[in-house]
Structures are given as structure tokens and as C-alpha cells.
């Protein structure tokens, strides 16, 4: 196919439409944007991170960069803080974008209200400290390791660990060959010499056990998992086994006052039923779910075994919200969760079972502390547009679009592979039923059909009537008025309705009409004897020949032949006036202006033959609409008639349209017009060059910020 084609760059992902009363606002178009707290919104932008608020006010402009670029993600705020990169050091910003700590450290941890643990590099290891909001140091940074947990840390010097309060107090000499922190239980763990001890803050040893008989996990509520025989259990704060070891696997206790525990299914390695026990071991909810989560907002999710649907259990183990759902997922902290329901999609309902309505098919969405989430729109339809952008068409059953040409543009439809034709309005010419073709030019498309494997082809109208039926193996565009066809090894001529009519003589080979003349071609009586080319009109009359070893059909007034080792033009009369000296190669354009080829570079010469723009560039392509398309250091950039640069090489590519407005890629696709104000930003996946200010587009990906109906 000769006209402009864009691949597409991502797969076709069909959803359904998120439901509009969970909108806030839609099509954000950024290469990344997620629901950060307090707020605000992460966005990246050439590979930069800012945030903005949920208006698309930028707050902190897109000045900072990703912890791990193999795995990007943009760092959320918490307790109106977000540790961030920048220049390869991290810091503490505001939600206001102030800088509360500053770009010097190699490690930045902030756990606590007023406390940040930071960590610089020293030679090939990292040292580790505490600094408070002023950036005064509290602890040194001069420890091979610390762990904090709320106003506590455990400090490793020496590979030995000690206790520290945040305000640089030491609590515990370094003494330890393993210590942790449980401040909100006031216990330390430690390891020494085989044994396994439970400590108070002081140091004072609360108990101790045997390493090679038990495994004590995280103390929560009170209670400590522990591991023994391969059997799970608890112990309480004396070291006393509060609750037998006889489960298969089982989990720290949660703020209820509850632990989930598990059985192995019999017969089987991996598949567990669950339940939940209290302190004293009883199991309030029955050991008899296959699956189950964990209690978030006093609820938890789990599968019926008798209905095989999901519902909502409270600490006592009663269904509050019955088990009706084919999936779902834990309450977030609005009261709010997602469900999917027996119509295949997902809702939002709250805690008492309110339905809020459907999300759509796919978009289960979890709302943070703020009230808000980002959805990340995966459609990405083919849409009929204008200069602005403004979307005046959405189009069904489409993965790829053309070019329009003469107000008809082309595309292939997702349903069959096959294509077919849309006007510049947006109706539908005919059937999706091609397997290709060229374009419209004086209102005639050449089709192709593929029949038992072969390629076929024939005309139709611009209302996609056939001219011709797609049975002939040689068939040539449709220009000037004429079409030509090969038929019995003879080639004819094919008017707009379909009349054959006969040329001149017999030719070898035929070159399709274009400026008002085809030509036909008898080869010479060897390698060594130059072809004939006649020149055929649209009287369909033999208006000239010319002997040659190359001749070109017309674009405008003038054809290129080569007679000998240079090329020449010939005027619309068979008349060479001018000899092209010193011309290695050229591009054939239109608007009476060549691309050709000097000493390596590229430039443009007239129909007269004269150089209009220098050859300077490292490759030319078309003039259209009245500019030139040129490439320099490997950006592209266009060129008007006088020279001048109307849109400098610094793009991965542009082209120009109708009434100035042109198509660039950067990063995506946009559109400008000729005095570089941009009319649509570079968020498209595919766009064609706008032909009387329409364009077919694939709108690029983009956001969605939704608004819990939870929050007021």
C-alpha cells in the first residue's frame, strides 16, 4: 500500500466503560499515573516524576526520578510526606513540594512522625542513622544496620545490635547477636548461644526458649506465633503455650483479638482449609473455608463451602453480607469493596451490603485513605477526529486506520482482518471485506481479494460499488480518468464504469496513468538496446515516445528519463530540457519539486530543474500540502518551497497535512500547526495527516482518577 500507515504499538484490550458516577475526572493522558495520597497524584512525564492535585494542577513539577528503573513506581506520600530521588540521592519533600530533607542520602526511611532513618554510602558499605524533620542528626551515621518500629530501633555496630529510643538514647548496649523491636507489645527478640529470648525494654529476660525446638515468629495482640515439630501455635508473654501447636500453618493475631490458622485439605500438599481462633484457642470461626482473607474494616471475605459464592463474616463468624458473589475482595479503609456479581462485572458496595453500582467488566479498584484511585484506560479506540482533537466519532470494529484520500480513508476491521472504507464524516462506505487496497484517487479504489491463495484484484466507486470485480491478476491504479487492466496477456484500458477499451499497440509492460499520461513500454532487442516508452493520453492516443534506458511517469508537468549516465527532464511536449549533472539518486514528489540526491545529501530541485533548496539534509521524502519532508542527525523536520525550516528536525517524525497542520511523534503522536502551537498533544497511539481538518486516530493511554461515592 502506498499510503501512510502507523503501526500500532500496543495490543487491542476491549473493556467495558467505566460506570460515570465513579468519575472525577477522565482522560489524563500521561505515561504513568497512580493515586498517591493526601491528595495528589503521581504522573510521570519524560521519564520524570511530579505529582499534581485532582484537578491536573501541577503541584511538584515532573523533576524527579524512580528508585528502580527496571521496576518503576512512583512513591506515595504518607502523613503528608514522600520520600523521592533526585540526581541519584534521595530526600524528603512536602505535599506542597518543599524540601523537608534534602538530596544527600543514599537511604531515606521515614517511619515515624518526627524520625527519618537515613543511611549514606561509605566505601562499599552503607552506614546507617537517624535525623529528625530539621535534619539534625539524633542517632550518627555510623551503624552497619537499624531496624525501627514507632519511637524504637535496634542499631547493628560491630555485628553486635543494642536498643536506641529515636532521640538518640541508648537503651540496651550493643550486645546482641540478634535483637528486634516489637514496641507496640514492649518486647525485644533476641538469639544468643542456642536460645531464643523474649526481653523487656530494659533488657530484663522475660523467657527463653530452645532453638532447636522452637521457632518464635512476630509478637502481635499479646501473642506470639511459634513453630514446633512442624506444627504452628502461640504462646502468650510468659512463654506459656496459650494455644497447642496442631495447626498446619497459621498467622500473627490481628487487632480484633483473632488469628487465622490453617489445615491441610487431606490428600493434599498445598490446599488449606481456614479458620480463625481467639486467645484462648477456641475456633469462632469454624476451620472449614478453602479460601478466606483477612479482616479489614471489621469484615472478612470468604467462599461459602455450601453456596461455592463469596461473602462478608464479622469476628463472631455470622454473615453480615451473605455469600452471593463470584469474587471479591477485602473492604478498604472508606468502608467500601468491590464486588463481582452474578452479571459478570464488578460493584462497589459498602459495609452493609449497599450497591453503589457496576465498575465494568474487568476494573475491580481499590480506593485509598483519600477517597480516590486511578484507573488506567486499556481500550484505546479508533476514533474520527478534528485539528483540535475533539473526538466527533468513536469506531467500532477497527484495529488499524489509513490515510484518508479524497475525503475516504481506509481501515481493518478487528471482527474478520479484512478492510474497508469510512468517509471524512464518519459513515461507513460498503463492507469490510478486502484483503487490501491502494486508495481513492478520482474516485476509484484498486481492491484486492484473495481467491485460493492468489491475490486478485478490482475496482470500486467512493460508494463502494465494484467497477471491475476483483478477478484479474494485473491491475493498475486508477488515475486521470483510467484504470488498466490485463486481460488474455493484453492490456486495456478501463473507464468509471467498467469499458474496456483498447490502447494504442501491444505493450511488454504498461505504467499506470498519472498527471494525465501512462506509458507503455516495448523493451530493447536485448541488454544491450534501450527500452521505447510511449506516452499515452487520456485520448488514449500515443502522444510521444522517447528511447531510453529509464523513463518515469509525470508528476505535475515534468518526467524524469535516463538516455545515458545522467538523468534529465522532460516536459509534457517529449521535450528534454534539462540535464540533471551530478545527481545520484532521486525521490519523485509532487508540487513541482524533486528530491535528489548530491554528494550524499539531500535536496530539492524544481520543475525547471534548478536547486531551490540546498542539498544539505541526510535524506528528503514527498512535498505535500507545501512542505518538504526532510531528515537531519536522524530527526525529522520540514522544509517549506523558499528553504525555510518550518518545524526543525528534532522530531522522530513529522508530516504535514491540509491547511498547515501537522502530524509529529514524541513519545506519541500530536498534531501542531505551522507556527509550532500545538493543537493536540503527543498522546496518540496512531493518527493519519488531517485532510480538509479531519483525521483518523487511536486515542493513546490514559487515566482515570474515580472518587469513592464513600467520601463526601
Not at 475491580?364 to 488506567?376: M, R, T
Not at 489509513?402 to 478487528?414: A, L
Request: aromatic share 14%.
Amino acid at each position: 500500500m502506498r499510503l501512510l500507515f502507523f503501526a500500532l504499538l500496543c495490543p487491542i484490550i476491549t473493556i467495558a466503560q467505566i460506570n460515570a458516577a465513579y468519575v472525577f475526572k477522565s482522560n489524563l493522558y500521561y505515561s504513568k499515573l497512580d493515586a498517591s495520597g493526601d491528595g495528589l497524584f503521581g504522573f510521570e512525564k519524560d521519564g520524570k516524576i511530579g505529582y499534581m492535585d485532582k484537578n491536573e494542577k501541577i503541584i511538584i513539577p515532573a523533576i524527579y526520578f524512580y528508585e528502580n528503573t527496571t521496576y518503576p513506581s512512583i512513591p506515595t506520600f504518607s502523613k503528608g510526606y514522600v520520600r523521592i530521588k533526585k540526581d541519584g540521592k534521595f530526600g524528603l519533600l512536602d505535599k506542597t513540594g518543599k524540601v523537608i530533607l534534602p538530596f544527600d542520602y543514599d537511604y531515606l526511611n521515614k517511619t515515624t512522625s518526627n524520625y527519618v532513618v537515613v543511611g549514606k554510602q561509605n566505601g562499599s558499605k552503607t552506614l546507617y542513622g537517624i535525623v529528625n524533620l530539621q535534619n539534625q542528626p539524633l542517632i550518627p551515621i555510623e551503624y552497619d544496620n537499624i531496624q525501627s518500629d514507632s519511637n524504637l530501633s535496634v542499631l547493628k555496630q560491630n555485628e553486635k545490635w543494642g536498643l536506641f529510643d529515636n532521640t538518640g538514647k541508648k537503651l540496651l548496649q550493643t550486645d546482641y547477636p540478634t535483637l528486634l523491636v516489637y514496641t507496640k507489645d514492649k518486647v525485644l527478640k533476641a538469639e544468643k548461644d542456642g536460645k531464643i529470648f523474649l526481653l523487656d525494654l530494659n533488657g530484663n529476660v522475660i523467657f527463653e526458649k530452645a532453638k532447636s525446638v522452637y521457632t518464635l515468629y512476630t509478637p502481635a495482640q499479646g501473642m506470639i506465633l511459634c513453630l514446633v515439630s512442624g506444627k504452628y501455635g502461640f504462646l502468650d508473654m510468659k512463654g506459656n503455650e496459650a494455644i497447642i501447636t496442631k495447626y498446619d500453618n497459621a498467622y500473627s493475631f490481628e487487632n480484633i483479638g483473632l488469628a487465622k490458622v490453617a489445615k491441610k485439605i487431606s490428600g493434599s500438599t498445598y490446599s488449606y482449609y481456614y479458620g480463625y481462633v481467639d486467645k484462648k484457642g477456641n475456633e469462632v470461626i469454624p476451620v472449614k473455608y478453602e479460601t478466606m482473607g483477612t479482616f479489614s474494616e471489621g469484615l472478612l471475605i470468604a467462599k461459602d463451602p455450601e453456596t461455592n459464592r463469596y461473602g462478608y463474616l464479622d469476628k463472631t463468624g455470622k454473615w453480615v453480607i451473605k455469600p452471593a458473589f463470584l469474587d471479591g475482595y477485602g473492604f478498604d479503609v472508606n468502608g467500601g469493596t468491590t464486588v463481582k456479581m452474578t452479571d459478570g462485572k464488578w460493584h462497589y458496595i459498602n459495609k452493609a451490603g449497599k450497591d453503589f453500582g457496576a465498575f465494568g467488566e474487568t476494573a475491580n479498584k481499590y480506593f485509598n485513605a483519600d477517597g480516590f484511585a486511578v484507573y488506567e484506560n486499556t481500550d484505546n479506540p479508533y476514533v474520527l477526529i478534528d485539528k483540535t482533537g475533539k473526538i466527533l466519532q468513536k469506531l467500532d470494529d477497527c484495529d488499524a486506520i489509513y490515510n484518508f484520500s479524497e475525503g475516504i480513508g481506509g481501515y481493518r476491521c478487528k471482527s474478520n482482518s479484512k478492510y474497508g472504507f469510512i468517509d471524512i464524516n464518519g459513515k461507513l462506505i460498503g463492507s469490510c471485506s478486502y484483503d487490501g487496497f491502494n486508495g481513492f484517487f478520482d474516485g476509484v479504489n484498486r481492491i484486492e481479494i484473495k481467491v485460493s491463495g492468489k491475490t486478485k484484484y478490482g475496482y470500486v466507486n467512493s460508494k463502494g460499488e465494484p467497477i471491475l470485480p476483483a478477478e484479474y491478476d494485473d491491475l493498475k491504479a486508477f488515475r486521470s480518468g483510467w484504470g488498466i487492466v490485463k486481460r488474455d496477456e493484453t492490456y486495456f484500458a478501463v473507464d468509471k464504469s467498467g469499458n474496456f477499451k483498447n490502447l494504442p499497440r501491444k505493450y511488454d509492460n504498461i505504467y499506470e496513468f498519472r498527471s494525465g499520461f501512462a506509458i507503455g513500454m516495448i523493451k530493447g532487442s536485448d541488454n544491450n538496446h534501450p527500452n521505447t516508452y510511449y506516452y499515452i493520453n487520456t485520448d488514449l492516443k500515443e502522444q510521444f515516445n522517447i528511447t531510453a534506458w529509464e523513463a518515469y511517469l509525470f508528476w505535475d508537468n515534468v518526467a524524469v528519463v535516463k538516455r545515458n549516465k545522467d538523468y534529465e527532464l522532460m516536459n509534457k511536449n517529449g521535450e528534454v530540457f534539462k540535464t540533471l549533472a551530478g545527481i545520484d539518486n532521486l525521490k519523485f514528489c509532487t508540487e513541482g519539486m524533486l528530491a535528489v540526491k548530491q554528494k550524499g545529501k539531500w535536496g530539492y530541485i524544481n520543475d525547471k530543474g534548478d536547486i531551490v533548496i540546498a542539498a544539505k539534509y541526510d535524506s528528503c521524502d514527498q512535498f505535500k500540502y507545501g512542505y518538504g519532508h526532510f531528515k537531519l542527525n536522524n530527526k525529522w523536520g520540514l522544509v517549506d518551497k523558499n528553504g525555510n525550516e518550518v518545524a526543525e528536525a528534532k522530531y522522530d517524525n513529522i508530516l504535514s497535512g491540509e491547511n498547515g497542520v501537522f502530524i509529529f511523534y514524541d513519545n506519541g503522536w500530536g498534531a501542531m500547526d505551522k507556527t509550532g502551537k500545538i493543537l493536540i498533544p503527543a498522546k496518540l497511539f496512531t493518527v493519519t495527516t488531517f485532510e480538509k481538518d479531519r483525521a483518523l486516530a487511536r486515542l493513546g493511554k490514559s487515566y482515570t482518577i474515580l472518587k469513592s461515592p464513600l467520601i463526601k
